[in-house]
């Protein structure tokens, strides 16, 4: 099986930008379809992005459309999500996965329910 780790979080101003990391090991990163999640306080933990095992297809949630963008070099082991013009409503855990699923439509990756494994999350606090 895969160990996740991400990594990059932190307190920042709004309209800042961050970039995450998720690193793998155990496993070649490139057999799995990849997704970013976070959970705010108070709040249940939600859907943000999605990057196929080749990285050619994205999806993402519609709040950080324009903003946000995943992507991967398997040969690192390595996701990223970067994200610009962040907002306070963006502060949250950030937690990447990764699935074993393989389906045509990258919006089937949209559910926790898809993925296999998970990372332990990383702060990310967006001050206004």
């Known amino acids: 099986q895969v160990q996740l780790v991400e990594s990059g979080g932190g307190l920042v101003q709004a309209g800042d930008s961050l970039r995450l990391s998720c690193a793998a090991s155990?496993?070649?990163?490139?057999?799995?379809?990849m997704g970013w999640f976070r959970q705010a306080p108070g709040k249940e933990r939600e859907f943000v992005g999605t990057?196929?095992?080749?990285?050619?297809?994205?999806d993402y949630t519609d709040s950080v459309k324009g903003r946000f963008t995943i992507s991967r070099d398997n040969a690192k082991n390595t996701v990223y999500l970067q994200m610009n013009s962040l907002k306070p409503e963006d502060t949250a855990v950030y937690y990447c996965?990764?699935?074993?699923?393989?389906?045509?439509?990258?919006?089937?990756?949209?559910?926790?329910?898809?993925?296999?494994?998970w990372g332990q999350g990383t702060q990310v606090t967006v001050s206004s």
């Open positions: 990057i196929t095992r080749s990285g050619t297809s994205t």
């Open positions: 155990g496993r070649a990163l490139s057999i799995y379809t």
């Open positions: 996965a990764a699935s074993t699923r393989l389906y045509l439509l990258t919006s089937r990756y949209r559910a926790e329910s898809m993925y296999d494994y």
